[in-house]
T-cell receptor
Framework: KQEVTQIPAALSVPEGENLVLNCSFTDSAIYNLQWFRQDPGKGLTSLLLIQSSQREQTSGRLNASLDKSSGRSTLYIAASQPGDSATYLCAVRPSNTGKLIFGQGTTLQVKP | NAGVTQTPKFRVLKTGQSMTLLCAQDMNHEYMYWYRQDPGMGLRLIHYSVGEGTTAKGEVPDGYNVSRLKKQNFLLGLESAAPSQTSVYFC?????????????????FGPGTRLTVL
């Protein structure tokens, strides 16, 4: 059974720091991996999607990497800003299904 | 494009009452999903649909029913609400036509419905 784990559960950093959020999954047979952002009381916004054949994706200050063989993904945020404060969720799509399996998220606070 | 919308945004029910949550998408997506989000549990899939007229069970389907009579709508029903169904419910949709072509298969989420069952 696929399980997705995100560590740490919460993270607090000063503004301007570069930071890494971690996601691990138990079954390497995935179709893709998606990173989401969720603001308090809001829905999920897709940040980056990495196909299983890819190693990384970049969007602005965000870079997501995928090491399928080791079951790990990281989300790198450069030069963090207070507006980056949110919960970041990682989700994997097992091969041949449309379903996503989510981690529990990392809640990030960037202090001014 | 409104994307994915959910109705209502908030609802309070008494145990045993019934209600229907409506999800609508205007992106012509084939796949639609209902998730629930609970503290410490992350998002869990309740039911999903791979096309008009189809539904399938997800991870936590008990106590819920769904219908997909129109491609753009996916309804989630609670026939007899229980306090354990207090949660935030999210609907999502995706376009499987890009599967296997190297295209993206992103799921787009609605804003959520916060349901409290007393």
């Amino acid at each position: 059974k696929q399980e997705v784990t995100q560590i740490p559960a919460a993270l607090s950093v000063p503004e301007g720091e570069n930071l890494v959020l971690n996601c691990s999954f138990t079954d390497s047979a995935i179709y893709n991996l998606q990173w989401f952002r969720q603001d308090p009381g809001k829905g999920l916004t897709s940040l980056l999607l990495i196909q299983s054949s890819q190693r990384e994706q970049t969007s602005g200050r965000l870079n997501a990497s995928l090491d399928k063989s080791s079951g790990r993904s990281t989300l790198y945020i450069a030069a963090s800003q207070p507006g980056d404060s949110a919960t970041y969720l990682c989700a994997v799509r097992p091969s041949n299904t449309g379903k996503l399996i989510f981690g529990q998220g990392t809640t990030l606070q960037v202090k001014p | 494009n409104a994307g994915v919308t959910q109705t209502p945004k908030f609802r309070v029910l008494k145990t045993g009452q019934s209600m229907t949550l409506l999800c609508a998408q205007d992106m012509n997506h084939e796949y639609m999903y209902w998730y629930r989000q609970d503290p410490g549990m992350g998002l869990r899939l309740i039911h999903y649909s791979v096309g008009e007229g189809t539904t399938a069970k997800g991870e936590v389907p008990d106590g819920y029913n769904v219908s997909r009579l129109k491609k753009q709508n996916f309804l989630l029903g609670l026939e007899s609400a229980a306090p354990s169904q207090t949660s935030v419910y999210f609907c999502a949709s995706s376009d499987p036509s890009r599967l296997g072509t190297g295209g993206l298969d992103e799921q787009f989420f609605g804003p959520g419905t916060r349901l409290t069952v007393l």
